[in-house]
């Protein structure tokens, strides 16, 4: 398997602007990617989604120049972007000349432009605890069909984390866990500096993940619930090691979390520095009994080069496992990297390992790339520089077809392909094209490392040229990851023969009333055979599989004596048909 970009070129509105801020989710089995991109003058926040056609823009026809943006003149800080009732929404921090406000939008209904989500009180500040302070790092999840927002936020002295989510009736929205504590709803400590926090729904509760500075301005990663009031966070593993209760070591400042619901239980990933200036990626999950965290990479970090510093990771659960992506230099330039935990407490595989096995350019930086689940497929989004200009990228693990065979017969085709899947369940089918039609053969799941799929295409006309190839689903709406196209000719038709051996001059019997009549018929082809006894207001009929070669057939007999017809008549593929007529004598037993 190998990561490959799903549509060539970057996704940025302008190729030669520096965007940043990638992130991706899927929406409804589609992935969609938001990112923060210069028009010039300010910043704003793009959506895109890919089509087969390749990525197209959201919601971007009503104002092409800023199409997500409150303020046309405001500048875009962040963007997140989650599934939330098969509708995107997205959550961005947007300074608007005298601080900066958590603002939160979903598309049209006509699909032509963005709306403001819950601003009708206050339209200056929906969300922000205070209308005058800067908010950052804004985050979004769908809870229980709600979209909560997750956000740090000055409030004079130092930063608190807080979460908002959509009031019911839809036009505002309502902070969340504020009942016991407002000043510092979150944090672990009021007064504390708390950062980067992301948010995710597990088991129905709301879970966030932040950076917060202890004591000796150490920051700890932390996680906290809303409790079964709803009214105050409650602080998550913490009672084995309330100091330190996931950091890999207790002395080294941990950064940028990122939480996911993983078998019902909360993991994060994080980055922690190590001595001699480096970063690792780390991993843990709660513990069953929800007193501590257990670590999911033995305390090795998940770098590809321990020595070698990582960038902010992003996880999702994909196919049951958790998957980790993040950027980590190679001495010359970062290149974006995967990795994938099996099970709790098992090694990481390192996904398509190798010197750049994502960027777009082996020699470029890349940065923040964000992973998400497309019907089973991993898709990454990232940004990468080009030189000019910083763009948004994207790729997606395919499998690797490394074997493709054929046979055909007549109008059938017998398909088949071998593929390198790293062991994902992927859906895989065929497309077939050429005779003036085009289908494809409904995908099926399949397993192990080679991994081999097979179809049957039926129907088809005998004789033709076809275009065969292997594909594999990489989303709704007709997204398929296609493998190389292979040509195949079906055998021509032959012509149906049809006789009836043991027939006087093979068209004429003579049999006693009333008893088994027994004939052989003979084809070429295999096919559905009729043999019909009519006559004196008598109908004897007998349906059978005829084989290539004889057939023997054997029917009841009327019991009047006299002349009858016979009708003999084989049906094979491909609408062929043949028929033998003839006449049958019965007499009476007494004279036979």
């Known amino acids: 398997a190998r990561w490959a970009a799903p549509s060539g070129g970057p996704l940025n509105a302008a190729a030669n602007q520096p965007a940043s801020s990638a992130a991706i989710a899927a929406v409804g089995g589609v992935p969609y990617a938001a990112w923060r991109e210069p028009d010039g003058t300010n910043n704003e926040i793009r959506v895109s989604r890919l089509v087969p056609a390749g990525w197209e823009a959201v919601g971007a026809a009503r104002v092409p120049s800023s199409p997500v943006n409150n303020d046309s003149l405001g500048d875009a800080r962040s963007a997140a972007i989650a599934d939330v009732n098969g509708v995107p929404f997205v959550a961005w921090t947007e300074f608007d000349g005298t601080n900066t406000e958590v603002r939160v939008a979903r598309p049209s209904a006509d699909g032509q432009g963005w709306d403001r989500v819950g601003q009708a009180s206050p339209a200056s500040s929906p969300i922000n605890a205070s209308p005058s302070r800067n908010a950052g790092a804004a985050d979004v999840a769908n809870?229980?069909?709600?979209?909560?927002?997750?956000?740090?936020?000055?409030?004079?002295?130092?930063?608190?984390?807080?979460?908002?989510?959509?009031?019911?009736?839809?036009?505002?929205?309502?902070?969340?866990?504020e009942g016991a504590d407002a000043n510092g709803p979150v944090n672990r400590v009021n007064g504390r500096n708390a950062f980067e926090p992301t948010i995710a729904a597990i088991n129905g509760v709301p879970y966030v993940a932040w950076a917060e500075a202890d004591a000796k301005k150490v920051t700890q990663i932390r996680v906290a619930r809303l409790n079964a009031a709803g009214n105050g966070w409650q602080p998550v593993g913490e009672t084995r090691?309330?100091?330190?209760?996931?950091?890999?070591?207790?002395?080294?400042?941990?950064?940028?979390?990122?939480?996911?619901?993983w078998n019902n239980r909360p993991a994060v990933v994080w980055v922690e520095d190590v001595a001699g200036g480096a970063r690792r990626v780390h991993a843990a999950i709660m513990?069953?009994?929800?007193?501590?965290?257990?670590?999911?990479?033995?305390?090795?970090?998940?770098?590809?080069?321990?020595r070698r510093p990582a960038t902010a990771p992003s996880a999702a659960v994909i196919a049951g496992q958790l998957w980790a992506t993040w950027a980590e230099s190679d001495g010359t330039n970062r290149e974006v990297r995967a990795a994938r935990a099996t099970a709790p407490g098992g090694r990481w595989q390192?996904?398509?390992?190798?010197?750049?096995?994502?960027?777009?350019?082996?020699?470029?930086?890349?940065?923040?790339?964000?992973?998400?689940?497309?019907?089973?497929?991993?898709?990454v989004a990232w940004t990468e520089d080009a030189g000019a200009a910083t763009q948004v990228?994207?790729?997606?693990?395919?499998?690797?077809?490394?074997?493709?065979?054929?046979?055909?017969?007549?109008?059938r085709v017998n398909l088949s392909a071998t593929l390198r899947t790293f062991s994902m369940p992927y859906q895989v089918g065929f497309q077939i094209s050429g005779g003036g039609i085009a289908r494809e053969t409904r995908p099926g799941a399949v397993s192990g490392d080679p991994a081999t799929a097979t179809a049957v295409a039926s129907a088809l006309r005998s004789g033709v040229g076809y275009q065969w190839r292997p594909f594999v689903v990489a989303g709704a709406g007709g997204l398929v990851a296609a493998g190389p196209s292979q040509a195949i000719t079906t055998t021509s038709v032959a012509r149906l023969v049809l006789s009836t051996p043991g027939a006087k001059k093979g068209r004429t019997w003579r049999f006693r009333a009333g008893r088994l009549m027994g004939i052989r018929v003979r084809t070429n082809?295999?096919?559905?055979?009729?043999?019909v006894v009519a006559g004196r207001g008598v109908v004897r009929r007998v349906t059978r599989l005829a084989r290539a070669g004889n057939t023997p057939v054997r029917i009841r007999l009327p019991?009047?004596?006299?002349?009858?017809?016979?009708?003999?008549?084989?049906?094979?593929?491909?609408?062929?048909?043949?028929?033998?007529?003839?006449r049958l004598t019965m007499v009476p037993a007494r004279r036979w």
């Open 143 to 177: 809870v229980n069909g709600v979209p909560y927002v997750t956000w740090a936020e000055d409030d004079g002295t130092n930063t608190q984390v807080r979460v908002a989510r959509l009031r019911a009736d839809g036009v505002a929205w309502e902070r969340v866990g």
């Open 241 to 261: 090691d309330p100091a330190r209760p996931i950091n890999n070591t207790k002395t080294t400042s941990a950064r940028a979390p990122h939480i996911v619901n």
């Open 287 to 306: 513990s069953t009994a929800g007193t501590g965290w257990e670590s999911l990479d033995g305390g090795r970090g998940l770098n590809a080069n321990p």
């Open 350 to 379: 390192q996904m398509a390992p190798g010197a750049s096995p994502v960027n777009a350019s082996a020699t470029r930086n890349a940065d923040a790339p964000d992973i998400t689940d497309v019907t089973g497929m991993p898709y």
């Open 393 to 411: 990228r994207a790729a997606r693990m395919e499998p690797d077809f490394t074997r493709l065979s054929a046979s055909a017969v007549e109008e």
């Open 525 to 531: 082809l295999r096919g559905r055979l009729t043999v």
């Open 559 to 582: 019991r009047r004596v006299g002349v009858y017809r016979v009708t003999v008549t084989v049906k094979a593929s491909g609408g062929r048909t043949a028929t033998v007529r003839g």
